[in-house]
């Protein structure tokens, strides 16, 4: 099969006159091998052009395009069940399951979403955002499949660095264990497990998948099995042959039966091995070697930097020149700092002053901004892949000899290592920071990746220090904080920029557990021009910018609390006893968050006052902008001050 290379992005919509044929990927099963090269091709290009109209992943779905088209090929799909992992890989999947026009708005408002999801569309079987889920999930739906008598077959395909996380092992460990009728296909992408793919590797590959060769290998088991001996030699000698030319070992002593590497771009030999393993009985394995970013020559070269992409300027906005060979239009650089620079630059400065500190990231390095810090204390810094349970573990270990470990984790991620914060760091009481990045609402990746909970789970665990910045400033002063006080502390703080506060070099904590009363309300005074009731605001982390803007608005008392827990109880107390409404805001859901705590700290003081909680609602918000995101849940300035006017019932 020859390729088609593309070395821009199409502005226009490139013509594909047989992927326009069909909407549902039955049509495939009729297809010939040069009709699914040429839609292969189709595929790639329509692919490239509506990432450039809509922004989004990128890199990932280019390197399956051969594989989506072979799967949905064999498996006769929704029947047979695919699960994605890493479900930004899935974007050639959605365009031959009938949302070919609709990805055109994928991340968008009211838009597809990202990742795979079961209320979008039959084909999607699974949920997913995080990683590592698919061989669980697959193996679910196997089992259930046999309980209930049914050929139902169930394919998952895991890559992008999925295979690191423990829980995949799990999974495998246990789908050998029950014999289940699986397929697992491995896309390595050279971002999890790597062998060459070569001549040899090619011919075994192709031999260990053939029809005969399963054949003879269960024919041979039968016969060698009367054999004193023979059976258990034969077994060694066809590992240690495999081994020599593939790592299937491993896979074989879990209860697979390994196949590959395969090249997953080669897409004659991808559909007859797929079409051979879909009828085996038993737990298969395929490892399938792909490009990531195949096809489209500038995300070849740079996978990383082309991981996603955010939407092109249209024909005509500056140079066709300079529109073709941009990763994406740049905007002028903001005057404001991002947080996760301000934790980049933070993290190295401390790292100067401190050499007990050592850097964890599971995985995240350019998205935490841990770039300098690997290239400045390359032997200081960790990234332990996609593991998030062992990452906070490893932080623990390192603390228990007095090291000073700090873990830059996104919000979302840190929930899969709950079990491990609580008893490996809390419980021992250990020294481990945690940089929380993406709290909050972080926009088009929808659910599964907002910061919606960690004020929740993080605050009901003994011992643990939660600071939450208004600004960039704040942000540098509290990490300094929560890296000095000698147990758990964690500083969450939001994607994107802050308002725009001026940071400063030094490496001065702010106090824990002491608010600021930025603004004090006028109510009250012996002024004709203020009346009314008075409202104190008691802002936690960014949505400070828009409690200050309300607080103007209505003339209330504003409060940047700055610590969740530890609370700053005489800033409560006080504000209780001075106003007659408080009200609480945060960006974290309101069961269990910051507003939950000020309730508890003034019921046990046995003090009443009327209270309204703003936060995110009882709901998983979807995807949008930021901006889009908080206005429909009332968290932008207009949509506090809307709700506070409704309390009171005033205009």
């Known amino acids: 099969m020859t390729m088609k290379l593309f070395d821009e992005i199409p502005r226009e919509r490139p013509a594909t006159p047989l992927l326009d044929t069909f909407d549902h990927p039955a049509a495939l099963r009729a297809m010939s091998p040069a009709q699914l090269s040429q839609l292969a091709d189709e595929l790639r290009a329509y692919l490239l052009y509506s990432v450039g109209v809509s922004g989004g992943h990128f890199g990932a779905g280019l390197g399956v395009v051969e594989l989506s088209v072979a799967l949905h090929h064999v498996f006769h799909t929704p029947h047979d069940r695919l699960v994605w992992d890493v479900g930004h890989q899935a974007y050639p999947h959605k365009i031959l399951t009938g949302r070919r026009e609709a990805l055109l708005r994928i991340r968008q408002h009211g838009g597809l979403a990202a990742f795979p999801r079961r209320a979008e569309s039959e084909y999607d079987t699974f949920g997913v955002g995080h990683s590592s889920t698919s061989i669980s999930a697959a193996l679910g739906m196997a089992l259930a499949a046999r309980a209930q008598g049914s050929d139902r077959r169930v394919c998952a395909i895991i890559g992008d660095g999925a295979l690191t996380a423990g829980m995949a092992f799990e999974a495998l460990a246990h789908a050998g264990h029950v014999n289940a009728n699986l397929l697992v296909v491995l896309n390595d992408n050279e971002m999890s497990i790597s062998e060459n ?5 090619t011919y075994l590959a192709r031999m260990l998948s053939s029809a005969p060769y399963l054949k003879m290998r269960e024919e041979s088991k039968k016969v060698l099995s009367h054999l004193p001996g023979a059976l258990s030699l034969a077994k060694r000698t066809e590992e240690h042959m495999k081994g020599m030319v593939s790592p299937a070992t491993l896979f074989e002593e879990m209860g697979f039966h390994y196949v590959g590497p395969v090249d997953g771009h080669d897409l004659d030999a991808l559909t ?13 394995f395929l490892h399938i070697k792909t490009c990531k970013g195949k096809g489209f020559w500038p995300a070849e070269a740079d996978p990383i930097g082309y991981h996603a992409i955010t939407k092109l300027e249209k024909p005509g906005d500056g140079s066709a020149k300079a529109q073709a060979n941009a990763k994406a239009p740049r905007p002028p650089a903001p005057s404001k700092r991002k947080y996760c620079a301000v934790f980049g630059e ?28 690997s290239k400045e204390y390359p032997e200081r810094y960790f990234d332990v892949a996609i593991a998030e349970q062992h990452a906070v573990t490893l932080a623990a270990g390192m603390a228990c000899e007095a090291a000073k470990p700090v873990v830059a984790i996104y919000s979302t991620f840190l929930q899969r290592g709950y079990d491990q914060l609580i008893h490996d760091v809390a419980v021992q009481n250990l020294d481990v920071t ?44 509290m990490l300094s904080a929560a ?14 920029t802050g308002p725009g506060v001026a940071v400063p070099e030094h490496l001065e904590p702010v106090a824990i557990g002491q608010a600021e009363r930025c603004r004090e309300s006028r ?4 002024d004709s021009e203020h009346h009314g ?9 960014s949505i400070n910018t828009a409690a200050a803007e309300v607080a103007e608005a209505l003339d209330a008392t504003h409060f940047n609390m700055r610590s969740v827990k530890p609370l700053d109880r005489d800033a409560v107390l006080h504000a209780a006893d001075e106003h007659e409404l408080l009200v609480t805001l945060e960006e974290n859901v309101i069961a269990g968050g910051a507003g939950s705590a000020v309730g508890e700290l003034l019921a046990a003081e046995g003090m009443q006052i009327e209270m309204l909680h703003l936060g995110l609602p009882d709901a998983f918000v979807e995807h949008g902008t930021p901006a889009e995101l908080l206005a429909d849940c009332g968290l932008d300035a207009a949509g506090i001050e809307r709700a506070i006017r409704r309390r009171l019932a005033i205009d």
């Open 197 to 201: 793919v070569g001549g040899m590797a």
């Open 272 to 284: 007859q091995t797929l079409d051979t393993l879909s009828r085996a009985d038993g737990p298969q």
């Open 346 to 373: 933070w993290l190295c400065d401390m790292a100067a002053a401190d050499p007990r500190l050592l850097g964890i990231t599971p995985a995240m390095r350019e998205g935490s901004d841990l770039v300098r810090f």
């Open 434 to 477: 945690f940089a929380i990045d993406r709290a909050g609402l972080v926009g088009e990746d929808g659910p599964t990746h907002h910061g919606s909970m960690d004020l929740s789970y993080l605050r009901c665990v003994p011992g643990m220090v939660i600071l939450a910045p208004a600004n960039e400033a704040e942000c540098r002063a």
């Open 483 to 496: 890296y000095h006080h000698p147990g758990p502390a964690a500083v969450r703080y939001p994607r994107g």
């Open 523 to 526: 109510v009250g005074v012996d």
């Open 533 to 541: 009731p008075r409202i104190a605001l008691l802002a936690f982390g």
